[in-house]
T-cell receptor, first 118, second 113 residues
């Protein structure tokens, strides 16, 4: 079974500084995808960034980058130049690509609450 | 605006009542799914659909039914609500052929008393 672990229940960062949110995953599959979502206090889920297990380059999307270390099974999210609007819950998730129903399930971690201080 | 629309946003039910959470998307996405989010936990998959007429169970399907008569709509039915179903429910959709599940609805906060 797949498992996502986010070991930081809460993180604090000063505005304009960079922050890394940790995510480790457990799977025996070779083909899978890793996702990060942001959930602000308003409750919606906002997709941030995606990394495929066969992608050689780390994914980047604006101020977000994914530090993918396949051998260590980690997929940490790096937010550069934090802004007050980055304060939110962040979820790491994984989907396996093995065929059948398992392709449709996203397995989520428990989340990290990020607070950006002015 | 295009996207995934969930209704209602908030609902209070009494134990044993039934109700349907509505989900609609206007992006012609084949794949739609329902998740629930409980405190201290990430989202968990309830049911999903890969197209009109095709549905399947996810991780926590008990107590819920779904149907997919059209591409646009994917309602979630609670047949006999229980306090354990108090949660926030999210509907999501994605395009066929992409790995991304990038489109989520705003969520429905359900309380069963």
């Amino acid at each position: 079974a797949q498992k996502i672990t986010q070991t930081q229940p809460g993180m604090f960062v000063q505005e304009k500084e960079a922050v890394t949110l940790d995510c480790t995953y457990d799977t025996s599959d070779q083909s899978y995808g890793l996702f990060w979502y942001k959930q602000p206090s308003s409750g919606e889920m906002i997709f941030l960034i995606y990394q495929g297990s066969y992608d050689e380059q780390n994914a980047t999307e604006g101020r977000y980058s994914l530090n993918f270390q396949k051998a260590r099974k980690s997929a940490n999210l790096v937010i550069s130049a934090s802004q007050l609007g980055d304060s939110a819950m962040y979820f790491c998730a994984m989907r396996r690509y093995k065929g059948g129903g398992s392709n449709y399930k996203l397995t989520f971690g428990k989340g990290t609450l990020l607070t950006v201080n002015p | 605006n295009a996207g995934v629309t969930q209704t209602p946003k908030f609902q209070v039910l009494k134990t044993g009542q039934s109700m349907t959470l509505q989900c609609a998307q206007d992006m012609n996405h084949e794949y739609m799914s329902w998740y629930r989010q409980d405190p201290g936990m990430g989202l968990r998959l309830i049911h999903y659909s890969v197209g009109a007429g095709i549905t399947d169970q996810g991780e926590v399907p008990n107590g819920y039914n779904v149907s997919r008569s059209t591409t646009e709509d994917f309602p979630l039915r609670l047949l006999s609500a229980a306090p354990s179903q108090t949660s926030v429910y999210f509907c999501a959709s994605r395009e066929q052929g992409t790995p991304l599940e990038a489109f989520f609805g705003q969520g429905t906060r359900l309380t069963v008393v």
